[in-house]
């Protein structure tokens, strides 16, 4: 259990009126919200002011209560498979992308549909087209279950690409060594697990091709290079965002990496004061689908507990912006 009182390593400021010395919070930066799903959520409201309500989204637009239930209150309709829409009604695919097999029964079923697959993951989706025409079987590094993946393996036929999670699933790969192996990544995995299990792919298949850099891109990498910076001088680490959130789980450890605890949460209103004994600097960040609302209501809820001295650390900075889909651009 932790002591009552702060971490007596860490410089603390004055007693506030209530007796409790100031609670430093470093907050992250880059934070929250990507380019990815900016871009999503805005196609969901665009597709609402041009088709009217309701609009239906397939899975979570991205993983976050907060905006979905946001866009269901401006009329979306979020179901899980293509067979929950009824006809005649748009629809628009989620931020991770879909297998092939999704667009191709839209258009079957006459469907209007417009797709919020993130640019970067439609990148891999293209780059394992063009490693099956090469015939290279590919060997793809991802989670398995999560949508991305899912979308991911469903752009080749079935059997020419596997999904390894670990470097014990490395192992246990039974092609031959001189095989023509390539690989691709989901794109909101542990830069430095990834690092480890593209080496022992190296390793285990000399001839196996990949991407110059994995397929992490600059959200997932930029997010954990921020919460590296602050980790290290943090007795706890709060991280905004959901359970089911690939990059969000990610922060998580990268934090915990750095000797810091660290908690996933999803709304203020979680935060127990008792996380907060023995705490005297705070590291805050959020999730790429986390929206910089919820982070001033963590703000908010800590500032009940303990005077806040609020710090913002930024390692760099964004200015990525993606195109939304010709549909919806005049
Ligand atoms: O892929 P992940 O579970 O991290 O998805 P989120 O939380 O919705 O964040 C957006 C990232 C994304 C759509 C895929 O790269
Ligand atoms: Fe795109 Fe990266 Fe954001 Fe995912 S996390 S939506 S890949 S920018």
């Not at 293209?126 to 752009?155: C, D, N, S, W, Y």
């Not at 080496?199 to 997932?220: H, M, W």
Request: proline share 7%; glycine share 6%; charged share 25%.
């Amino acid at each position: 259990m932790n002591a009552p009182f702060p971490n007596p390593d860490t410089p603390q400021a004055n007693p506030d009126a209530r007796g409790m010395p100031a609670l430093k919070v470093l907050v992250a930066s880059p934070r929250g919200f990507c380019a990815g799903v900016d871009r999503a959520i805005e196609i969901v409201e665009r597709a609402i002011d041009r088709y009217g309500a309701p609009v239906f989204v397939r899975h979570e637009i991205v993983h976050n209560r907060y905006v979905v239930d946001e866009l269901k209150a401006k009329g979306a309709v979020f179901v899980e498979e293509l067979d929950e829409v009824p006809d005649g009604v748009p629809v628009v695919f989620s931020a991770h992308g879909v297998p092939k097999a999704v667009p191709a029964k839209a258009e079957e079923r006459g469907l209007d549909y417009l797709d919020a697959t993130c640019p970067l993951v439609s990148k891999v989706h293209r780059q394992a087209e063009r490693q099956l025409e090469k015939g290279r079987h590919i060997i793809f590094v991802g989670h398995a279950g999560h949508p991305e993946v899912i979308g991911t393996l469903g752009q080749v036929p079935e059997g020419t690409m596997t999904l390894v999670e670990t470097i014990e699933d490395v192992a246990r790969l039974d092609f031959p060594k001189e095989e023509e192996l390539s690989f691709l990544t989901q794109t909101t995995l542990s830069v430095d697990d990834t690092a480890e299990i593209v080496s022992a792919l190296q390793t285990r298949f000399p001839n196996i091709v990949g991407p110059k850099a994995e397929d992490i891109c600059y959200a997932t990498s930029n997010r954990q290079a921020a919460v590296k910076a602050i980790a290290p001088s943090c007795d706890l680490v709060l991280v905004i965002g959901a359970p089911n959130s690939s990059n969000s789980l990610r922060l998580v450890e990268v934090a915990e990496r750095c000797g810091a605890d660290a908690k996933l949460v999803q709304r203020g209103a979680e935060i127990d004061p008792s996380w907060l004994d023995g705490v005297g600097t705070l590291g805050l960040t959020a999730g790429a689908s986390a929206p910089e609302k919820l982070v001033r209501e963590v703000i908010d809820r800590l500032a009940e507990f303990r005077t806040v001295d609020e710090e913002k650390v930024r390692t760099v900075e964004e200015k990525m912006v993606f195109k939304l889909p010709r549909q919806l651009m005049d």
